[in-house]
């Protein structure tokens, strides 16, 4: 794929590729895990393609950055969990393999601590 290739979530944003969204303004979107890690698993994705939190932090968007975790509490809070996680895998050897960066947000089971 080229780099300049949309990502998989851009596709989704853009509704080429079907998703269960669960929330969409004009800074990011919310939608169901392909392949959900706990009964809760939603990713919470901006809408601008940065590749990794690395990437936005160093842009400066620290108002977009604090609205993505207003919106992952917003929908555990929504689905009924008080207990939940979120995750940003940045890079590679942290487990990231979808480059436009996402909050996991997790819940529903035992959350074990550490994380692997
Ligand atoms: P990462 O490993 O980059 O932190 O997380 C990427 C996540 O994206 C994984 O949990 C994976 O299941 C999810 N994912 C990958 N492709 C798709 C897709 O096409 N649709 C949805 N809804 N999730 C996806």
Same mark, same amino acid.
């Given at each position: 794929?080229?780099?300049?290739?949309?990502? !998989? =979530? $851009? /596709?989704?944003?853009? /509704?080429?590729? &079907?998703?269960? !969204?669960?929330? *969409?303004? @004009?800074?990011? !979107?919310? =939608?169901?895990? %392909?392949?959900?890690?706990?009964?809760?698993?939603? +990713? %919470?994705?901006?809408?601008?393609? =940065?590749?990794?939190? /690395? @990437?936005?932090?160093?842009?400066?968007?620290?108002?977009? +950055?604090?609205?993505?975790? %207003?919106?992952?509490?917003? %929908?555990?809070? *929504?689905?009924?969990? @008080?207990?939940?996680?979120?995750?940003?895998? $940045?890079?590679?050897?942290?487990?990231? $393999?979808? =480059?436009? +960066?996402?909050?996991?947000?997790?819940?529903? /089971?035992?959350?074990?601590? &550490? &994380?692997?």
């Amino acid at each position: 794929m080229a780099d300049d290739a949309p990502s !998989i =979530f $851009t /596709r989704i944003i853009r /509704r080429e590729i &079907p998703a269960s !969204i669960r929330h *969409e303004d @004009d800074v990011c !979107i919310a =939608f169901d895990d %392909v392949d959900p890690k706990a009964p809760l698993h939603v +990713l %919470v994705v901006p809408k601008e393609p =940065f590749a990794s939190l /690395r @990437d936005m932090a160093a842009d400066g968007k620290a108002a977009s +950055l604090g609205h993505l975790m %207003v919106v992952a509490d917003r %929908v555990a809070k *929504e689905a009924g969990y @008080d207990d939940y996680r979120t995750v940003i895998n $940045t890079g590679a050897g942290a487990g990231q $393999t979808v =480059f436009h +960066l996402h909050v996991h947000v997790l819940a529903g /089971r035992d959350l074990g601590w &550490p &994380p692997g």
